[in-house]
């Protein structure tokens, strides 16, 4: 068990350009969760897949955001257009269904 | 909807001394979980203890122990003998039930923000 891994850790891009965040869940995990934690709040759920499928993405906060899962095992988050408002923390946690969630360090989004 | 609540945006406490920090949720369901996360600085969360609440009896996870009040709709966490390495945002959390087709996000309130004092 290594753990859930998200990378980059850290991502500083400018106003405008389209960002992509990697989350490799606990292997055995067939739920992996993408959450976003702005300042001074807790994190906010934003989709889910259950092996390769998306079962929920209508909390996706616009269409300017998108999410797969390709194969069952990792998942890529992508943000178009990136605007000052997307600048937060991005959290990837996976689990059985059912169990606890694990989460990852996340990806911290810097908008210049 | 669902919500998690969280009054105390800070809280301090003495090493070694006992601390409670406070949850209150809103749902309509009977079958649901709780839990208290933890994140400390530039780390990742930690799930630090869980409660079903079809069970009566409050959890405990060495140091950490919950009062879990269904009725009012109140799940506590306190924490003994705090050491320095407790100081983190605390985040209570709840869940839905593993009924067919539930998603199994988490629900979070804002967090509590604990310093422990030497």
């Known amino acids: 068990d290594t753990g859930v891994s998200q990378n980059p850790r850290h991502k500083i891009t400018k106003r405008g350009q389209n960002v992509t965040f990697r989350c490799d869940p606990i292997?055995?995990?067939?739920?992996l969760y993408w959450y976003r934690q702005t300042l001074g709040q807790g994190p906010e759920f934003l989709t889910y897949?259950?092996?390769?499928?998306?079962?929920?993405k209508s909390r996706l906060l616009s269409d300017r955001f998108s999410a797969e899962r390709p194969k069952g095992s990792f998942s890529t988050l992508e943000i178009q257009r990136t605007e000052q408002g997307d600048s937060a923390m991005y959290l990837c946690?996976?689990?059985?269904?059912?169990?606890?969630?694990?989460f990852g360090d996340g990806t911290r989004l810097s908008i210049l | 909807a669902q919500t998690v609540t969280q009054s105390q945006p800070e809280m301090s406490v003495q090493e070694a001394e006992t601390v409670t920090l406070s949850c209150t949720y809103d749902?309509?369901?009977?079958?649901?979980?709780l839990f208290w996360y933890k994140q400390p600085p530039s780390r990742q969360m930690i799930l630090v203890i869980r409660?079903?609440?079809?069970?009566?009896q409050n959890a405990t996870e060495n140091r950490f122990s919950v009062n879990f009040q269904k009725a009012a709709k109140s799940f506590s966490l306190k924490i003994s003998d705090s050491q320095l390495g407790d100081a983190a945002m605390y985040f209570c959390?709840?869940?839905?039930?593993?009924?067919?087709?539930?998603?199994?996000?988490?629900?979070f309130g804002k967090g509590t923000k604990l310093s422990v004092k030497p």
């Open positions: 946690a996976s689990s059985l269904v059912g169990q606890p969630q694990h």
């Open positions: 292997s055995e995990h067939n739920r």
């Open positions: 897949f259950q092996n390769e499928a998306q079962l929920e």
């Open positions: 749902t309509s369901e009977s079958d649901y979980y």
């Open positions: 409660q079903e609440a079809y069970k009566q």
């Open positions: 959390a709840y869940r839905t039930g593993d009924y067919g087709g539930s998603q199994g996000n988490l629900i």
